[in-house]
Nanobody
């Protein structure tokens, strides 16, 4: 059974930081590009960042460039997202994704 379990979300003030983790199992993690996707209630999903299998190529949506960093540990089958300088517009549920698999999300709320 494929499992992707995101954690690390929470309530943080604007300008704060969070580190998301996604523990995976049930598939060959090191063979898949991985992404963080976020979704605001009532809106469509947005791909925030992507990392390739060897961690030598990354993609970031423009709104998070310079603030978020995606990384992975293939030995631990885990994906990470370091999120700094958080803004209220970063508020969303964040999912760890590798097509066609979506994990359970973790909610991030940025508010004073």
């Amino acid at each position: 059974e494929v499992q992707l379990q995101a954690s690390g979300g929470g309530l943080v003030q604007p300008g704060g930081s969070l580190r998301l983790s996604c523990a995976t199992s049930g598939f060959s993690f090191g063979s898949y590009d991985m992404s963080w996707v976020r979704q605001v209630r009532g809106k469509g999903p947005e791909c925030v960042s992507t990392i390739n299998t060897d961690s030598d190529r990354t993609y970031y949506t423009d709104s998070v460039k310079g603030r978020f960093t995606i990384s992975r540990d293939n030995a631990k089958n885990t994906l990470y997202s370091q999120m700094n300088s958080l803004k209220p517009e970063d508020t969303a549920v964040y999912y760890c994704v590798t097509i066609p698999y979506w994990g359970q999300g973790t909610e991030v709320t940025v508010s004073s």
